[in-house]
């Protein structure tokens, strides 16, 4: 237990009243949190829902040190793996909250955030191998351009990756901003501030993998839930929406035949319905209370 365990508690869990709806008709059960991060969405289950048994899952090596609970240091690409070697073979739902935490973002020695000088570091888990200062100081060009406009959408990727290379060796994440600052040059201050926003997130999404680990994730996890269970994201920005958007719509169609085609030849099995087609938003009082949750919007799917 470490003295940031403070830090951990105070945050308040995005969009808790909207989950508690979402999972309120789950069936009894194993509930996984497969994002522990503070643990708030964690606890609020806990009080909430006496009929679930909560498991959860963090990839981050320090949110063990900090917590009351048991949490498995896992990634939830290996959430499956883990059912299996432990004969669980089904679920009453799970929940997702993406991203970075709070916490994660706080601690500039985790090289997270922009607003401290910190390491280039970026890892979730500290002991993988790739962390942001090899990606910056010993990617090739146009892999780091590649990075930064696949993450983002980052229109100035191809000048910002040659300033960084000419720029090298790159030791810290205000080093970092100074570059991409000097690349794009006199601008508009919300530009400059969301064009190195944006830079940020592309490194932290390529060192962790953030869209692989959410695409195979989900696309496991949906054998394990039970009737009436349910898979719940959390997400922070357009590509993991993306993800979650397309692959909850596969899981809801049932059909894949051209609507000519009297009789159904793809012999898809629909698994899943939606609990709200729309996405839901947390509400304007939330927002005005935390900041991060401007950007968070919630999809769910329940399992037929
Ligand atoms: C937004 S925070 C979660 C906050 C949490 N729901 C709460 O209420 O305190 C995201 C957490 O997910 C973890 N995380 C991100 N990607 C992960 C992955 N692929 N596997 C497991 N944990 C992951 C991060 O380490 C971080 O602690």
């Given amino acids: 237990m470490n003295e940031n365990r403070v830090g951990y508690l105070e945050h308040e869990g995005v969009m808790i009243t909207e989950v508690n709806s979402v999972i309120s008709s789950t069936p009894p059960g194993i509930f996984v949190d497969a994002t522990y991060g503070y643990g708030s969405h964690f606890r609020n289950i806990e009080q909430n829902f006496p009929d679930l048994d909560l498991l959860a899952f963090d990839r981050d090596i320090e949110v063990l040190n900090n917590s009351y609970s048991n949490i498995i240091n896992l990634k939830f690409s290996q959430i499956s793996n883990y059912f299996i070697d432990n004969n669980i073979d089904s679920i009453s739902g799970i929940l997702y909250d993406f991203g970075v935490s709070s ?3 706080d601690n500039h ?3 997270f955030s922009y607003s ?5 570091d970026m890892r979730m888990n500290q002991n993988d191998d790739t ?3 090899d990606v910056v100081n010993s990617f090739e060009e146009y892999k780091i351009a ?4 696949q993450n983002s959408g980052e229109k100035n990727s191809r000048r910002i990756a040659k300033d960084i290379v000419s720029s090298r060796p790159i030791e810290s994440t205000q080093e970092l901003v100074n570059v991409i600052k000097s690349s794009i040059g006199k601008q508009n201050p919300k530009y400059i501030s969301q064009t190195i926003k944006r830079c940020f997130q592309s490194f932290r999404i390529y060192v962790n993998d953030e869209l692989n680990e959410i695409q195979e994730s989900l696309n496991q996890i949906k054998n394990f839930v039970k009737s009436n269970g349910v898979i719940v994201c959390l997400t ?5 929406d993306k993800i979650v958007k397309r ?4 899981l809801t169609t049932s059909c894949y035949c051209d609507v000519s085609i009297p009789v159904c030849t793809c012999k898809n099995e629909q698994l899943y319905v939606y609990g709200k087609k729309k996405k839901i938003y947390p509400s304007d009082l939330e ?6 949750a401007s950007s968070a919007t919630l999809r769910y799917v329940i399992k037929l």
């Fill in 247 to 250: 692959i909850f719509n596969e």
């Fill in 236 to 240: 922070y920005h357009s590509l993991e």
């Fill in 131 to 133: 962390n942001a200062y």
């Fill in 109 to 111: 020695l985790r090289g």
């Fill in 287 to 292: 927002i005005s209370k935390n900041p991060r």
């Fill in 116 to 120: 401290n000088d910190g390491p280039l």
């Fill in 103 to 105: 916490h994660q973002l």
């Fill in 146 to 149: 590649d990075i930064l406009f």
